[in-house]
């Protein structure tokens, strides 16, 4: 079946524009992570959520990013404002996986390149 | 100090040839212990996972935990250029797939023909 799909593959903003990243999760998928990986970087964990509740935004960076999930599947991530130090590749990932239930890997997409100029 | 560390290489070795990939963590409150591999511009995939100490090993891949000394490390028999690729290690404290993980820089690897 289809994988993780993440639109645009690359995004070029001027700075101070804003910005708005999709994520189309594995269908049935409940559990559903940002992450921001920078050039030579691992992977940094922004948000989590499960369903259409988001249960941990504690790596938002700063409150110009905004993630929502209004109907438990698709997401969006926003950035209001970018500024350079927002450019990065920003990788969606989602699981199977309900509390109390078996361990189940992620699957991420292949993210989108944000490039702020 | 990072949670999670790892030499970001690059290394390059000859086909056939055994690689050793090692991370080392500082939080001992992690039971999950991940490496995934990453091909340019794609996202990271699940290679193996293992819980707290120990061995697992998959066909050429062995991962390895040692607790006592917060090491882990991925071993890559008989490499083969499709193994060119950045690997990256991670932890996570409990069940993975509800729970952000942590990753380390990541190593970029290349396997010569």
């Known amino acids: 079946g289809a994988g993780v799909s993440q639109s645009p593959r690359y995004k070029v903003a001027k700075r101070g524009q804003d910005v708005a990243l999709r994520c189309d999760p594995i269908?049935?998928?409940?559990?559903l992570f940002w992450y921001q990986q920078a050039l030579g970087q691992g992977p940094e964990f922004l948000t989590y959520?499960?369903?259409?509740?988001?249960?941990?935004k504690s790596g938002l960076p700063s409150d110009r990013f905004f993630a929502e999930r209004p109907e438990g599947s698709v997401s969006t991530l926003k950035i209001q404002r970018t500024q350079q130090e927002d450019s990065a590749v920003y990788l969606c990932?989602?699981?199977?996986?309900?509390?109390?239930?078996?361990?189940?890997?992620?699957?991420f997409g292949n993210g989108t390149r944000l490039t702020v100029t | 100090q990072k949670e999670v560390e790892q030499d970001p290489g690059p290394l390059s070795v000859p086909e056939g040839a055994i690689v050793s990939l090692n991370c080392t963590y500082s939080?001992?409150?992690?039971?999950?212990f991940m490496w995934y591999r990453q091909y340019s511009r794609k996202g990271p995939e699940l290679l193996m996972y293992?819980?707290?100490?120990g061995n697992k090993e998959d066909g050429r891949f062995t991962a390895q935990v040692d607790k006592s000394s917060k090491y882990i490390s991925l071993f890559i028999r008989d490499s083969q250029p499709s193994d060119s690729a950045t690997y990256l290690c991670?932890?996570?404290?409990?069940?993975?797939?509800?729970?952000?993980?942590?990753f380390g820089t990541g190593t970029r690897l290349t396997i010569i023909p």
């Open positions: 990932a989602s699981s199977d996986t309900r509390r109390d239930s078996d361990n189940s890997p992620l699957h």
């Open positions: 991670a932890r996570g404290r409990s069940n993975f797939g509800n729970e952000k993980l942590t």
């Open positions: 269908s049935g998928h409940v559990s």
């Open positions: 293992t819980y707290s100490s």
């Open positions: 939080n001992s409150a992690f039971q999950y």
């Open positions: 959520f499960q369903n259409e509740a988001q249960l941990d």
